[in-house]
């Protein structure tokens, strides 16, 4: 039977008095009548549901009498047939049926309830049915007492170390009803992204959303009906169905005004719960759906709604994970976007102890994992901090503590395993780790084959049902069949099963040949497609693949796991080369117009030179990163939007860098809109001060978003030779931190800052750095656009450095004093410059003779201009004339 009209319950006695009331009617039709009466059924239902034909044309009166009342619910069944009967010249019959009804079961049925009486009936029933939501363990809480507020940050709020209050805000009502707040034209956006990465709090939050809404606490005033619609599960559900079955699957009963609620779509929300599911149209989902009542498969339905082929006018609101939103920009139209960020350090706290309920218990575990600073960072992600505090409180229980630090979302989730492994006694562990085995087998086959949903019968065939794994890794979940209830699992979370399909490649068997390195070479080629839904599973399986975490796969498993894993991954990273290298950028061939950040749009596609360095940052193990990148000349990465966690995955990874290594960073966002605000007031102020020393500018700069960075450069470890930063505007807190840097960096060698829109304190901040005595900067390269006061602080640091030989400001504007001034500077006996590039560099006449005087002055000086290179030298008798 087609999903699309799976049957109510047909539990309790309404249903059952109104399929007597039915059949007594029917059967009181002669059979011409009862076959016009077919006919009739199957033009028209409630709200245009018909049931299908091939059900109505043998059906006797008892079988029609059960399809109506099973296909529209007890109530509303009555109204059709009464309805049809009279369509069918049965009037009599009809009369008689509603007078039955009244005396059985009382006047107004749900069908003639007006659309503001059935608001009113759908928010009781978005209430009850949501009031509670289930635990990661099972365990149903209610859902005001369990929710934790999250920060959501609007899109161009600036990344930190840890969200502040100023740039992301606390999920309270408040922030909520700002989602689909008009600008300042009075334009409101019609679809709303929340975006963020895996674990994050997405769909607690847009479940919150719907409740909050139920509650007449959001929206009132733009939202009549809201509808949760979870992609991953309708879009595993076979057959088709169309939006129209989609909502009614969401009301309390078959009966709802459904064409009157559709004739108002700018009063409808749909809330689209993972929408990174959603597969990438083509073929014959490529045809748009634009009937609400046309039954289609769940990804054309879904993507229709997506794309506003379907409802233009109706509210979305979309869940999606951090990488998706490239994929998906192009099926948006005008979408605003909010990162969901997680817990502050003060929500945090709330959560520890609204989980453990006990406030001493709650208070020992807080204060635990606080005094564990990696751990404690770890734990802004919602679903970390659920394993921590449920492993916690199991050790507690057992009067212990955890045994070590955890750095990694990898070693977490391997925690919590560890954890369900070792409360097992002892007779039972070896078949619960054989449950185990099995468990990660079947999510392996579920992340392959894209699927989340498991039926009971595959529990049963693995022998899972009802065991202690399917109980701690497993959600349940139940819906009306259409013969009995369909019972499915899933695994407590999304990243939970792509942990556990990770684990299995370690758990192979290594006596079967091949097994293992061709299972993850299936895996690793795969993840090689841009938008590959294997991205996580990969991290995962670096992060495994650490000797700590390797070992501790061993000890829990009683297993010994093969090195064939390890070295296919290794050789799949070095085969990598350099994927989405930047082009260099060619001097003097960009002007003022490209100092602009690039746009919104342009920054979409996933980085997958980013996803690599997520995957060896994952590991945790700095030789193997330094195996790994080895093979990789230069780490080019572009038009990335960084967040606080990219930064941190490229400094362990740089920090980890070879020698000749160099870093490229093209069109990559460093600095968001608030933080250029507080710029150009400290601009105003160091102005109505007078100006201030640059000492005194950096001291009053907090940390830039790449400190860290730039940290990692001067760990004596490091072997990062180069850096390039092109076309990414850069702040003064960037050049600050630089500038310390510079100072430091036991390798760099090389430095290019190609159009980053530099501002004359930086500039002199950069002097300051590479003037420095212990700064390795052979060469620098800097293209400004435009003139450039910051030059007379460039200029003079020649007659300081120690190290630099080569200064490339090609593309430069350079005005004739600053000419003159260059070439005093060059030849003074500190000045250890051995070659100047200026390239497209436009030079008065007079300035040129100021440079072949200077380059007469130094013969070892090489200095590269069009119009001095190749040029002869003047007699000597005639150079008072140059």
Known sequence: MDQSDAPCSSTGPRFAVARELLQAALEDLSQEQLKRFRHKLRDVGSDGRSIPWGRLERADATELAEQLAQFYGPEPALEVARKTLKRADARDVAAQLQEQRLQRLGPGPAALLSVS?????????????????????????????????????????????????????????????????????????????????????????????????????????????????????????PGTRSLADLILDQCPDRGAPLRRMLAQPERLLFILDGADELPAPGGPEAAPCTDPFEAASGARVLGALLNKALLPSALLLVTTRAAAPGRLQGRLCSPQCAEVRGFSDKDKKKYFYKFFGNERRAERAYRFVKENETLFALCFVPFVCWIVCTVLHQQLELGRDLSRTSKTTTSVYLLFVASVLSSAPAADRPRVQGDLRKLCRLARGGVLERRAQFAEEELEQLELRDSKVQTQFFSKKERPGVLETEVTYQFLDQSFQEFLAALSYLLEDESVPGTAAGGVGTLLRGDAQPHSHLVLTTRFLFGLLSAERMGDIQRHFGCRVSERVKQEALRWVQGQGCPGAAPEVTEGAKGLEDTEEPEEEEEEEPNYSLELLYCLYETQEDAFVRQALSSLPELALQRVRFSRMDVAVLSYCVRCCHSGQALRLSSCRLVATQEKKKKSLRKRLQASLGGSSSQATAKQLPASLLHPLFQAMTDPLCRLSSLTLSHCKLPDAVCRDLSEALRAAPMLTELSLLHNGLSEAGLRMLSEGLAWPQCQVQTFRVQLSGPQRGLQYLVPMLRESPALTTLDLSGCQLPAPMVTYLCAVLQHPGCSLQTLSLASVELSEESLQELRAAKRAKPNLVIAHPALDGHPEPPKELSSIF
Request: with cysteine; net charge positive.
């Open 117 to 237: 009486e059935y608001k009113k009936k759908y928010r009781e029933h978005v209430l009850q049915r949501h009031a509670r939501v289930k635990e990661r363990n099972a365990r149903s809480v209610k859902i005001t007492k369990r929710f934790t507020k999250l920060l959501i940050a609007p899109e161009s709020a600036a990344p930190s170390e840890e969200p502040e209050p100023q740039r992301a805000r606390r999920s309270d009502t408040h922030t909520f009803n700002r989602l689909f707040r008009g600008d300042e034209e009075g334009r409101r956006p019609l679809t709303v992204v929340l975006q963020g990465p895996a674990g994050i709090g997405k769909t607690m939050a847009a479940k919150k959303i719907l409740y909050d809404w139920a509650a007449g606490k959001l929206y009132q005033e733009q939202v009549d009906f809201a509808f949760f619609l979870p992609c991953g599960e309708l879009l595993e559900r």
